[in-house]
């Protein structure tokens, strides 16, 4: 491969902004339970593969956009503090007011990842190499996210140990792009995303990382990718596109490969 580490240099950020949910969620506590809560949604009239691979061509002026906003956020709240303790001195209580409830409305409100790891590595990594480092990075993910998982399957988790494996996974794509376990490590991710964090957007973007890092992966990417499509997009046509790649490339999954047929014939049934 040409280029070995093509996004290092904006790795830190990234995994700020992407850790930014797990701050204004609540992971601060240590269990969390699934229960009703909001769930990432895209446009339904926009394909968020499609989306996707559109965002590749321009993703250089994405970076630098995403770059500059997260400096001025830093150095707008820097500003408010520096406010908050000058009207702290002059004993301007109502002026130290304001800068101190701007700040927490700062704190409280939406900060978005607008990218991920996987949008900065792109689509043209090869999962080929071996290194002992990006294994050992690999099974820390693992422990994390088992650890997030907890004991009770998917009632109860730890939100702040399994954004710590995404960072984890994350820190094994940024730092050795050629490693042989770049596409496994996306799938944790995205199952992550999918399962636990309820993300679907960006658990089809880590998807697609996995068999576009290794186009021979028999791991049930294109099974969940399908079941997102059907069960949460309510996509019929993609969804059976998708199934029918499960059937034919993943069938070591007998239980995936049973649904996939299953829906199939429904799917094809419903649109006669």
Not at 217 to 230: E, S
Request: glycine letters at 4%; charged letters at 20%.
């Amino acid at each position: 491969m040409t280029t070995t580490k093509p996004f290092t240099r904006s790795l830190s950020l990234i995994v700020s902004l992407s850790l930014l949910a797990a701050t204004f969620t609540g992971c601060q506590s240590t269990n969390q339970t699934m229960g009703p809560g909001k769930v990432i949604m895209p446009d339904v009239n926009k394909d968020p593969l499609v989306v996707n691979t559109a965002g590749d061509l321009d993703r250089n002026t994405e970076v630098q956009l995403v770059e500059q906003m997260a400096a001025y956020r830093a150095r707008y709240k820097q500003y408010l503090d520096l406010m908050v303790q000058f009207y702290d001195r002059q004993g301007n209580q109502l002026k130290h007011d304001w800068a101190i409830q701007e700040l927490a409305n700062l704190s409280n409100g939406p900060e978005r990842a607008y990218l991920v790891v996987a949008e900065l590595a792109g689509p043209d990594l090869k999962a080929s190499n071996m290194h002992d480092s990006a294994d050992q990075l690999y099974e820390q993910g693992i422990a994390q996210m088992k650890n997030g998982a907890g004991t009770i399957g998917k009632l109860f988790y730890n939100k702040k140990e399994l954004y710590g494996a995404i960072n984890t996974f994350n820190q094994l794509i940024s730092d050795y792009p050629d490693s042989d376990k770049i596409d496994d490590a996306a799938f944790q991710i995205a199952e992550i995303y999918n399962h636990y964090l309820k993300d679907y957007t960006t658990a089809l973007m880590y998807y697609q990382r996995v068999w576009q890092w290794d186009p021979q992966t028999t791991l049930p990417v294109r099974f969940w990718v399908a079941r997102i499509y059907d069960e949460q997009f309510k996509d019929r046509v993609k969804a059976l596109e998708y199934y029918e790649m499960a059937i034919n490339m993943e069938s070591s999954y007998p239980v995936n490969l049973v649904w996939a047929q299953n829906r199939v014939a429904r799917i094809t049934r419903d649109m006669k």
